[in-house]
């Protein structure tokens, strides 16, 4: 008998053009591979434009949506905002009604878990982040007094919150730092490496620009792209590529008059493998250690050196296969040491070997088997 899972995402995971979407999307295509049923439920709000089913049609056995509860008063419950918000009794009687087991993608997206529970189900919980660390570090970085107090007011919530994952069966963590974490707090805690769509390694050979990539909504990348533009500024030599999904409209006006500063908008995996064929060195930048972030796993699958600070590593297992600064100074050292220089042919075995924890067919048999 061929095996079945209802998958609960937070968002439409296509296109899969920010973090926790590509980890969901390239789940549900090895999943897809390997002959399970996959019955996805996802939610929208009413400004979403993440609405078009059809890209997934083709690996999903059926697919339903749901509209978040985005009201004022789903912001003034003790429940943090991101898990009210995607509670919905009708996804309750579909999820019993198919009757295979559920995966939650993230803890906002739980507010059933419970009762799902009760209902005889088996749950498993992919785990993005420690939400609550990731909210309080996101108002730490907001330029808003107000962002501030709300993303602080959230992550406190998330962590009275977070005691309803001991009703999972298993809880699947993204990073080995995020394993021990909650390892010390729930009873099955397994790692399963996050999926992505690399197994070889990308050729870059125009070697044109350094390249910052991230979405451009949240306040890490914000900071970082920030720091970057100022320190270009001042190397009118080297030409620098702000690239992202989404468009920022104070970070666009920083860089009106650069004449070696460009913004480029992501809006298919084509388009950063179009950026990536002519980078001469990624540059990643975070400001808080926090699950594992897809950018520099996309990064590291070319050619190309990728310099980074310690928060985008930390806890990682890919720091062999970075170039690691810790002040302006360093970087500008870096940047003129690797620029124009792909990796030697050793570093290339050594990123390969380490980069296949990532291969998603290896993964995936991890997860099938819990099922």
């Given at each position: 008998m061929s095996?079945?899972?209802?998958?609960?995402?937070?968002?439409?995971?296509?296109?899969?053009?920010?973090?926790?979407?590509?980890?969901?999307?390239?789940?549900?295509?090895?999943?897809y591979a390997k002959g399970i049923d996959v019955y996805l439920h996802f939610y929208v709000t009413k400004q979403s434009d993440r609405t078009d089913t059809k890209p997934l049609e083709k690996y999903c056995k059926q697919i339903y949506t749901y509209k978040r509860n985005t009201t004022l008063l789903s912001h003034l419950s003790l429940k943090p905002f991101s898990v009210k918000s995607r509670?919905?009794?009708?996804?309750?009687?579909?999820?019993?009604?198919?009757?295979?087991?559920?995966?939650?993608?993230?803890?906002?997206?739980?507010?059933?878990?419970?009762?799902?529970?009760?209902?005889?189900?088996?749950?498993?919980?992919?785990?993005?982040?420690i939400e609550h660390n990731y909210f309080k570090n996101i108002g730490d970085l907001e330029y808003s007094f107000f962002?501030?107090?709300?993303?602080?007011f959230e992550a406190w919530r998330l962590k009275k919150y977070q005691s309803q994952?001991?009703?999972?069966?298993?809880?699947?963590?993204?990073?080995?730092?995020?394993?021990?974490?909650?390892?010390?707090?729930?009873?099955?805690?397994?790692?399963?490496?996050?999926?992505?769509?690399?197994?070889?390694?990308?050729?870059?050979?125009?070697?044109?620009?350094?390249?910052?990539?991230?979405?451009?909504?949240?306040?890490?990348?914000?900071?970082?792209?920030?720091f970057l533009i100022d320190f270009f500024s001042s190397k009118p030599n080297r030409k620098f590529i702000i690239a992202s999904s989404f468009d920022n409209a104070m970070i666009s006006q920083r860089i009106a008059n650069a004449n070696n500063i460009t913004f480029k908008i992501i809006e298919s995996l084509q388009d950063l493998e179009q950026l990536f064929a002519k980078t001469a060195i990624?540059?990643?930048?975070s400001y808080q250690a926090s699950g594992i972030k897809l950018k520099l796993l996309n990064a590291l699958h070319t050619n190309t050196?990728?310099?980074?600070?310690?928060?985008?590593?930390?806890?990682?297992?890919?720091?062999?296969?970075?170039?690691?600064?810790?002040?302006?100074?360093?970087?500008?050292?870096?940047?003129?040491?690797?620029?124009?220089?792909?990796?030697?042919?050793?570093?290339?075995?050594?990123?390969?070997?380490?980069?296949?924890?990532?291969?998603?067919?290896?993964?995936i048999d991890l997860l099938i088997e819990c099922l």
């Open positions: 095996k079945s899972i209802q998958i609960v995402c937070f968002d439409n995971p296509y296109p899969p053009n920010y973090g926790g979407t590509i980890d969901v999307f390239y789940k549900i295509k090895a999943l509670s919905s009794k009708g996804l309750v009687q579909c999820l019993v009604k198919i009757g295979f087991p559920v995966l939650y993608e993230g803890l906002n997206t739980t507010a059933t878990l419970k009762v799902i529970v009760a209902k005889g189900l088996k749950t498993y919980v992919r785990l993005h982040n962002k501030k107090v709300y993303y602080n994952l001991k009703f999972a069966d298993i809880l699947f963590s993204i990073s080995l730092n995020d394993q021990k974490y909650f390892s010390n707090l729930f009873r099955d805690v397994r790692y399963l490496p996050v999926f992505q769509s690399k197994t070889e390694l990308q050729e870059s050979k125009l070697q044109e620009y350094c390249l910052f990539h991230g979405d451009l909504r949240l306040s890490d990348n914000i900071r970082a792209a920030d990624h540059i990643l930048i050196v990728v310099l980074v600070n310690k928060y985008m590593i930390e806890g990682t297992g890919l720091e062999s296969c970075c170039e690691l600064f810790n002040n302006e100074s360093e970087l500008n050292d870096k940047v003129e040491k690797f620029y124009g220089m792909p990796i030697s042919p050793s570093q290339r075995i050594e990123r390969m070997k380490v980069l296949s924890e990532f291969n998603p067919n290896n993964s």
